[in-house]
């Protein structure tokens, strides 16, 4: 899952959405300087990536990527997963999606202490660019498979993917569908037990 799919995911708490959002940044166990709702956000991400790597449908989504993009194939099947959520979002919320990522840029500004290095000098690119809202279309994917390759430092190809999304389509956002039902479920029963 990608950073729309992990805020969605976090339920209505906005520390525990910017922790699984900057969870990335976050290595090892060494993050008790957070507050916990943050923390509890960290864990949740962690228990996210856990269900979704395993998971014989987003497995089958990275099989169809694999002899072109080796280990990025997961990362680039977040993208498409999260280009599902925003295109399909009235079919998960109530809330118009550009209400929704704005809630949650606004919460980034108000909790900025809160963020880790990483997250604080990604913040103006994010809002400015507006990546979230960006996901709902096939140009906005496009944008950020070359971002992410330019990030790279090994020639990822990530930027080629998009011909991958607009031939298997269909396919990708079937098992996108089916997946994100249970990862819904599985993520409600996390955040439960934090």
Same mark, same amino acid.
């Given at each position: 899952m990608n950073f729309l799919a992990h805020i969605y995911l976090s339920g209505d708490n906005d520390l525990m959405k910017i922790g699984n959002f900057m969870a990335d940044g976050i290595h090892g166990k060494h993050f008790d300087a957070f507050p916990m709702e943050i923390q509890k956000g960290i864990i949740l991400h962690r228990e996210i990536d856990t269900f979704t790597d395993a998971h014989p449908v987003f497995r089958q989504s990275t099989k169809r990527l694999h002899a072109n993009y080796h280990h990025y194939s997961g990362i680039i099947v977040d993208i498409f997963y999260d280009h599902f959520l925003a295109k399909n979002w009235e079919n998960y919320s109530d809330e118009k999606l550009e209400d929704f990522t704005e809630r949650f840029y606004q919460s980034l500004r108000d909790n900025h202490n809160f963020l880790n290095e990483k997250t604080q000098k990604m913040l103006p690119y994010l809002i400015a660019q507006n990546w979230l809202l960006s996901y709902q279309t096939i140009e906005g994917i496009e944008n950020v498979l070359a971002k992410m390759d #330019?990030?790279?430092?090994?020639?990822?190809?990530?930027?080629?993917?998009?011909?991958?999304? #607009?031939t298997y389509y269909t396919e990708f956002e079937t098992e996108f569908t089916a997946f994100f039902e249970e990862i819904k479920i599985h993520s409600n029963q996390k955040i439960q037990t934090l």
């Open positions: #330019n990030r790279m430092k090994r020639d990822s190809n990530m930027r080629f993917a998009i011909a991958e999304l #607009n």
